[in-house]
């Protein structure tokens, strides 16, 4: 089983769509959860951090749940330039590593 | 904020030739980090550099393939030895900027590399 496991994707949505991702981790001891963006051919760049009770952002809203080790971002209104790769980053104790999910593709279309 | 700078920013190599990518950071950090993403793939950690010791591997990578230099708190080398067509990825540089667990990690532009 992988450490970060995120829905496969990918997401095709209409703009104006609400869109849910979801991410699950197995270490009972990860510490931080952040949400990065990919866009094609682009470094990550950090979206947001996750904290345990629940942070907005604008049209993003992540959440977090320890007891299920899981992890969600919600975007509202898609606009076309949320078309990305999400990607759902977990760090553990003991030295910080960090680990990223393989990605959710998002095409948000006209 | 960090501002990561990579150079090549992309190249095509033939095999068994090896090529180094620099990594440059606009402030000092302790840790840089080097990552590989191949195509539609997440990020891989290949190795942890610190300043002053040895680069920590990550189970996989060894530095025979990968070895990475650290001459200062601002910059990095990776270089990808005796590559084959398997070694074709991209190579991220990353720092971590803020302190402790909810440290923001950042990226270069990375390094396309594909190898003939």
């Known amino acids: 089983r992988k450490e970060v496991e995120q829905d496969p994707g990918p997401f095709n949505v209409p703009e104006g769509a609400t869109v849910a991702f979801n991410c699950t981790y197995s270490n009972s001891a990860s510490q931080s959860f952040f949400w990065y963006r990919q866009d094609c051919r682009k470094e990550p760049k950090l979206l947001m951090s996750?904290?345990?009770s629940g942070n907005e952002d604008g049209r993003f809203t992540a959440q977090l749940n320890r007891a299920s080790q899981y992890i969600s971002l919600l975007i509202r209104d898609s606009k076309l330039s949320d078309s990305a790769t999400y990607l759902c980053v977990v760090r553990n104790t003991g030295g910080f590593k960090t680990i990223f999910g393989a990605g959710t593709r998002l095409f948000v279309k006209a | 904020s960090a501002v990561i700078s990579q150079k090549p920013s992309r190249d095509i190599c033939q095999r068994g030739t090896s090529l180094t990518i620099q990594c440059q950071v606009d402030?000092?950090?302790?840790?840089m980090f080097w990552y590989r993403q191949q195509p539609g793939q997440s990020l891989t950690l290949i190795a942890t550099?610190?300043?002053?010791?040895?680069?920590?591997?990550e189970s996989g990578f060894v530095i025979d393939k990968f070895p990475i230099s650290r001459p200062n708190l601002t910059f990095s080398t990776l270089t990808v030895s005796n590559m084959s067509p398997e070694d074709s990825s991209i190579y991220l540089c990353?720092?971590?900027?803020?302190?402790?667990?909810?440290?923001?990690?950042?990226f270069g532009p990375g390094t396309r590399l594909t190898v003939l």
């Open positions: 996750v904290y345990s």
């Open positions: 402030s000092q950090v302790t840790m």
């Open positions: 550099a610190n300043q002053g010791s040895e680069a920590t591997y």
């Open positions: 990353s720092v971590e900027v803020g302190g402790g667990a909810a440290d923001t990690q950042y």
